[in-house]
């Protein structure tokens, strides 16, 4: 395994070695491609959901292969179903390993939940009880992700709307448990966190002490819908369609205070704004990033705003 995570052997690199280290970086949509290409080259990195990329060729793939000549890039599986009772699907995992090798990302990220019950595919990332026989069955579908591909994955944390009776453990415990199991990577999305925690009146704070943070290797902000239940307390959906507020943002502050500098990546996936909008919202997290140095003795130091 190469340092940037790429497992390449003796193949040749098809792309520039870019890597993301201490970046910010933003969704990648096809209606910010010429502004993008316009711009003077900026620091960051660009994210994709895998299964827009899936075809074989057309503008998607035109239009990506431009941008990772320049940037870093990072994959992000939706539809992988890692959480699903059934057996992981052969062809979008073969189709998901022919993208990674396609484009080098630096990073490889996927959800715990599941989204698929036999030939139906389900347009959510939906809930699983935390459960032993949950965990090994999740941690299998992991492994065989990992075989395939070659190479490590991050697992993200779930937005949560309700709790199962049946779980015997919390989730910080389940994905503690799952990344020493399969040596699979972190994804912490700080913004699922704040949402989890409004919905299901827990400690936002209390669930980031308990995380294993040591092992995050990325991490996701962006915007959320503020509804209401049926008994009109605090409904959070998370919706990617607006900026990242301002609690999210003193969560990410947070988060870094412990970590240091971890990539972070601003999600904007509907109501999707001019990319100056957009743009501003990752130098907002790049500025926080930057704050952020880890001394030599593994402290890390925030520098005065």
Not at 106 to 127: G, I, K
Not at 230 to 258: F, K, M
Request: hydrophobic content about 40%; overall charge negative; glycine content about 6%.
């Amino acid at each position: 395994m190469e340092p940037n995570g790429i497992a390449t052997g003796h193949r040749a690199l098809r792309f520039p070695r870019h890597r993301l280290d201490g970046m910010a970086g933003t969704s990648f949509k096809h209606e910010h491609l010429s502004a993008i290409l316009q711009q003077d080259h900026r620091k960051g990195f660009f994210e994709v959901h895998a299964e827009n990329y899936m075809g074989d060729g057309g503008p998607p793939h035109r239009a990506l292969s431009r941008i990772r000549q320049d940037y870093p890039v990072s994959i992000h599986g939706v539809c992988m179903s890692i959480g699903g009772p059934q057996p992981l699907d052969e062809l979008h995992l073969s189709r998901f390993k022919a993208l990674i090798e396609r484009y080098e990302p630096a990073l490889v990220s996927e959800h715990l939940a599941w989204s698929t019950h036999e030939t139906t595919y389900f347009n959510d990332l939906l809930p699983l009880p935390y459960t032993a026989g949950t965990l090994q069955h999740v941690a299998d579908h992991i492994d065989q992700v990992q075989e395939t591909i070659g190479r490590q994955i991050l697992l993200e944390n779930p937005s949560s709307y309700l709790t199962f009776t049946e779980s015997t453990m919390t989730e910080t415990a389940f994905i503690r448990e799952l990344a020493r199991r399969t040596g699979c990577g972190l994804l912490l999305d700080v913004n699922n966190v704040f949402v989890s925690a409004t919905n299901l009146s827990t400690s936002a704070l209390a669930y980031l002490a308990d995380y294993p943070l040591d092992v995050v290797q990325e991490i996701h902000l962006a915007g959320h819908a503020v509804q209401s239940d049926e008994n009109g307390a605090p409904l959070l959906i998370d919706s990617h369609d607006g900026p990242v507020c301002d609690a999210v943002w003193a969560l990410y502050e947070t988060v870094l205070g412990r970590t240091g500098p971890i990539a972070t990546l601003v999600e904007w996936d509907s109501a999707i704004p001019d990319w100056p909008t957009l743009t501003r919202e990752a130098e907002a997290a790049q500025a926080i990033l930057d704050r952020c140095t880890v001394t030599n003795d593994g402290r890390v130091r925030r520098a005065a705003v």
